[in-house]
T-cell receptor, first 110, second 113 residues
Framework: RKEVEQDPGPFNVPEGATVAFNCTYSNSASQSFFWYRQDCRKEPKLLMSVYSSGNEDGRFTAQLNRASQYISLLIRDSKLSDSATYLCVVNSNSGYALNFGKGTSLLVTP | GAVVSQHPSWVICKSGTSVKIECRSLDFQATTMFWYRQFPKQSLMLMATSNEGSKATYEQGVEKDKFLINHASLTLSTLTVTSAHPEDSSFYIC?????????FGPGTRLTVT
C-alpha cells in the first residue's frame, strides 16, 4: 500500500466551480500534513499546511481526519490560474522528509 | 519565504558520464536538505537526506555509490549522478527545511542519451 494515495483525476471544472480533493495516508504516526501545488515541469510550492482543527486560506479549505487518516482540500470559486496538480504531502517516519501523493490534476476551463 | 536554488536547471549528458547538481539555500542555513526524484506522471520520491558534515541517509533502493551526496556547508548540498544511464533521466529536486516548512529548489531536468 502506498503511503499517500490520491485520486489522480483529472478534474475538469468550469470557472467559479467548487472542487474537492481527497487523500488518504497509511502512517498513523504522521504529524505534519500539507497540500502543495505543482505546475507543469516546475517544482512543488507549498499551498497550505493542514491542521487538525481544519484551516482556511482565502478560497482554500483544508481538513484533516486523523481517525480515518484522511485529508481533504476544497477550492471555492475556481480560477483559471488554479489549474495545476495538487499534491497531498505527509511527513515520513524520519521526521522532516516528506511523502508525496501522485497528485490530482485540476483543469479549470473558461 | 525562503529561497532554494539549483544548478543547472537542465542538463543533457551522454551515457556513462557523471553529472553534478548543486542545491543552495540562499537566505538561510539548512543543516538538512533532501533530494527527490520525479519521473513523468509520478510522484516525487525521496532519494536521500543530506546532513551537513555527515554522511547522507539513503532511502531503500537508492544506490549510494551511484548517487553521491555531499553537504559541505550549511548552504550547499551536491548530488552527483555517476555513470549516468538513460534510466536515470528524471527531474531531480532538492529541498531544505526552515522550521516546519520545506522549500524546494526549481529542479534539475536530467536527460541521459
Amino acid at each position: 500500500r502506498k503511503e499517500v494515495e490520491q485520486d489522480p483525476g483529472p478534474f475538469n471544472v468550469p470557472e467559479g466551480a467548487t472542487v474537492a480533493f481527497n487523500c488518504t495516508y497509511s502512517n498513523s504516526a504522521s504529524q505534519s500534513f500539507f497540500w502543495y501545488r505543482q505546475d507543469c515541469r516546475k517544482e512543488p510550492k507549498l499551498l497550505m499546511s493542514v491542521y487538525s482543527s481544519g484551516n482556511e486560506d482565502g478560497r482554500f479549505t483544508a481538513q484533516l481526519n486523523r481517525a480515518s487518516q484522511y485529508i481533504s482540500l476544497l477550492i471555492r470559486d475556481s480560477k483559471l490560474s488554479d489549474s495545476a496538480t495538487y499534491l497531498c504531502v505527509v511527513n515520513s517516519n524520519s521526521g522532516y522528509a516528506l511523502n508525496f501523493g501522485k497528485g490530482t490534476s485540476l483543469l479549470v476551463t473558461p | 519565504g525562503a529561497v532554494v536554488s539549483q544548478h543547472p536547471s537542465w542538463v543533457i549528458c551522454k551515457s556513462g558520464t557523471s553529472v553534478k547538481i548543486e542545491c543552495r539555500s540562499l537566505d538561510f542555513q539548512a543543516t538538512t536538505m533532501f533530494w527527490y526524484r520525479q519521473f513523468p506522471k509520478q510522484s516525487l520520491m525521496l532519494m536521500a537526506t543530506s546532513n551537513e558534515g555527515s554522511k547522507a541517509t539513503y532511502e531503500q533502493g537508492v544506490e549510494k555509490d551511484k548517487f553521491l551526496i555531499n553537504h559541505a556547508s550549511l548552504t550547499l548540498s551536491t548530488l552527483t549522478v555517476t555513470s549516468a544511464h538513460p534510466e536515470d533521466s528524471s527531474f531531480y529536486i532538492c529541498s531544505a527545511t526552515q522550521g516546519r516548512e520545506q522549500y524546494f529548489g526549481p529542479g534539475t531536468r536530467l536527460t541521459v542519451t
